[in-house]
């Protein structure tokens, strides 16, 4: 199996190492100390992801969200649905809020 990713980088594309799941890291902390994982397992950069993906799971990642941590320090954008949520450094990311839009008055 191939090793993670040791640092998250802005442009990065992951993908998960036991599924579908692919995302792009937007935003990324100094000196990332964690790992940023799917389903409990470490994703590996996209171009070392196995080919076979498992099938019949429910989706824990969907496809154009962005995931961010508790401090919006990492974003990643989901380019690819998979089952397993996304964590970073043992901690789950959670779907980012849409930005509300100035009033047209």
């Known amino acids: 199996m191939a090793s ?15 599924g579908t799941t692919r995302v792009i890291v937007i935003r990324a902390p100094e000196g990332g100390a964690g790992a940023i ?30 995931y961010v941590d508790a401090a919006d320090t990492l974003e990643l ?10 964590t970073y450094g043992g901690q789950p990311l959670t779907v980012k809020a849409p930005k509300a839009l100035p009033a047209s008055d």
Do not use: H
Request: glycine residues 14%; positive net charge.
């Open 37 to 66: 994982e799917c389903g409990g397992v470490p994703m590996v950069p996209a171009r070392q992801a196995p080919a076979a993906p498992a099938a019949g799971e429910a989706p824990g990642a969907l496809i154009g969200k962005r």
């Open 77 to 86: 954008l989901c380019t690819a649905s998979g089952a397993g949520p996304l």
């Open 4 to 18: 993670p990713a040791p640092t998250p980088r802005p442009g990065d594309q992951l993908a998960a190492a036991t």
